[in-house]
Protein backbone atom coordinates (compact mmCIF):
# COMPACT_ATOMS: atom_id res chain seq x y z
CA UNK A 1 0.00 0.00 0.00
CA UNK A 2 1.53 3.79 -0.88
CA UNK A 3 -0.31 6.81 -0.35
CA UNK A 4 1.42 9.66 -2.37
CA UNK A 5 0.47 13.33 -0.75
CA UNK A 6 0.33 16.43 -2.95
CA UNK A 7 -0.79 19.93 -3.36
CA UNK A 8 0.64 21.94 -0.99
CA UNK A 9 2.09 25.13 -1.57
CA UNK A 10 2.59 28.12 -0.34
CA UNK A 11 -0.78 31.10 0.08
CA UNK A 12 -1.49 33.90 1.87
CA UNK A 13 -4.08 34.26 4.64
CA UNK A 14 -7.83 33.87 3.07
CA UNK A 15 -6.49 31.76 0.54
CA UNK A 16 -6.98 28.12 -0.53
CA UNK A 17 -5.30 24.76 -1.38
CA UNK A 18 -6.37 20.97 -2.27
CA UNK A 19 -4.67 18.50 -0.82
CA UNK A 20 -4.43 15.11 -3.21
CA UNK A 21 -4.01 11.74 -1.89
CA UNK A 22 -3.51 8.94 -4.04
CA UNK A 23 -3.43 5.57 -2.91
CA UNK A 24 -2.09 2.32 -4.34
CA UNK A 25 -2.70 -1.03 -3.31
CA UNK A 26 -6.15 0.03 -1.97
CA UNK A 27 -9.10 0.59 -2.83
CA UNK A 28 -10.26 4.12 -1.02
CA UNK A 29 -13.66 3.39 -1.83
CA UNK A 30 -13.89 0.93 0.71
CA UNK A 31 -11.65 2.31 3.46
CA UNK A 32 -11.66 4.97 5.71
CA UNK A 33 -8.93 8.25 5.03
CA UNK A 34 -7.59 10.95 7.70
CA UNK A 35 -5.94 13.88 7.32
CA UNK A 36 -3.45 14.76 9.98
CA UNK A 37 -0.45 17.58 10.05
CA UNK A 38 2.27 18.94 12.37
CA UNK A 39 3.56 21.98 12.76
CA UNK A 40 7.28 22.45 13.66
CA UNK A 41 7.61 21.58 17.35
CA UNK A 42 4.52 20.57 18.13
CA UNK A 43 2.72 17.13 18.09
CA UNK A 44 1.16 15.55 14.96
CA UNK A 45 -2.77 16.26 14.90
CA UNK A 46 -5.86 15.50 14.00
CA UNK A 47 -7.60 17.56 10.61
CA UNK A 48 -10.05 15.30 9.30
CA UNK A 49 -11.54 11.86 8.49
CA UNK A 50 -13.80 10.26 6.06
CA UNK A 51 -15.22 7.02 6.30
CA UNK A 52 -16.18 4.81 3.34
CA UNK A 53 -19.79 5.51 3.81
CA UNK A 54 -18.74 9.49 3.12
CA UNK A 55 -19.34 10.59 6.82
CA UNK A 56 -16.82 13.03 7.45
CA UNK A 57 -15.10 14.54 10.83
CA UNK A 58 -13.06 17.76 11.30
CA UNK A 59 -11.25 19.85 13.78
CA UNK A 60 -13.09 22.53 15.58
CA UNK A 61 -9.89 24.82 14.06
CA UNK A 62 -10.73 23.67 10.27
CA UNK A 63 -14.78 22.97 10.57
CA UNK A 64 -16.38 25.17 7.81
CA UNK A 65 -13.32 25.65 6.43
CA UNK A 66 -12.44 22.21 5.21
CA UNK A 67 -13.59 19.63 3.15
CA UNK A 68 -12.94 16.34 2.34
CA UNK A 69 -13.74 14.58 -0.74
CA UNK A 70 -12.27 11.31 -3.30
CA UNK A 71 -12.43 10.44 -6.80
CA UNK A 72 -12.75 6.67 -6.52
CA UNK A 73 -12.30 6.33 -10.53
CA UNK A 74 -8.71 7.98 -9.60
CA UNK A 75 -8.46 6.44 -6.36
CA UNK A 76 -7.58 9.69 -4.71
CA UNK A 77 -8.62 11.39 -1.78
CA UNK A 78 -8.80 15.21 -1.63
CA UNK A 79 -8.96 17.46 0.98
CA UNK A 80 -10.25 21.09 0.10
CA UNK A 81 -8.95 24.25 2.38
CA UNK A 82 -10.35 27.41 2.02
CA UNK A 83 -9.60 30.89 3.75
CA UNK A 84 -6.32 29.31 5.03
CA UNK A 85 -4.51 30.80 8.00
CA UNK A 86 -1.29 31.16 9.25
CA UNK A 87 -1.21 28.36 11.96
CA UNK A 88 -2.75 25.99 8.94
CA UNK A 89 0.88 26.00 8.40
CA UNK A 90 2.50 22.57 8.89
CA UNK A 91 3.35 19.25 7.16
CA UNK A 92 0.04 17.80 5.71
CA UNK A 93 -0.48 13.73 5.82
CA UNK A 94 -2.95 11.35 4.24
CA UNK A 95 -3.52 7.80 5.83
CA UNK A 96 -5.73 4.97 5.28
CA UNK A 97 -5.85 1.56 7.20
CA UNK A 98 -6.67 -1.80 6.49
CA UNK A 99 -10.03 -2.40 6.55
CA UNK A 100 -10.19 -5.90 8.26
CA UNK A 101 -9.35 -3.68 11.78
CA UNK A 102 -12.08 -3.21 14.05
CA UNK A 103 -12.64 -0.52 16.57
CA UNK A 104 -11.97 2.97 14.43
CA UNK A 105 -11.10 6.14 16.23
CA UNK A 106 -11.54 8.87 13.31
CA UNK A 107 -9.28 11.33 15.28
CA UNK A 108 -6.28 8.89 16.37
CA UNK A 109 -3.04 8.35 14.50
CA UNK A 110 -3.16 4.89 15.66
CA UNK A 111 -6.30 4.03 14.28
CA UNK A 112 -4.46 4.46 10.81
CA UNK A 113 -1.74 1.67 9.04
CA UNK A 114 -0.74 3.50 5.97
CA UNK A 115 0.60 6.91 5.90
CA UNK A 116 1.66 9.38 2.51
CA UNK A 117 4.99 10.91 3.00
CA UNK A 118 3.51 14.77 3.71
CA UNK A 119 3.44 17.66 1.62
CA UNK A 120 3.87 21.22 3.15
CA UNK A 121 1.38 23.80 3.60
CA UNK A 122 2.68 27.17 4.37
CA UNK A 123 0.46 30.22 4.71
CA UNK A 124 1.60 33.70 5.28
CA UNK A 125 0.01 37.03 6.74
Known amino acids: VQLQASGGGSVQAGGSLRLSCAAS????????IGWFRQAPGKEREFVAA???????YFAESVKGRFTCSRDNTKNTAYLQMDVLKPEDTAVYYC????????????????????WGQGTQVTVSS
Open 95 to 114: ATRNSLRVGYVFSAAGSYDY
Open 25 to 32: GVPLSRSN
Open 50 to 56: ERSGGAT
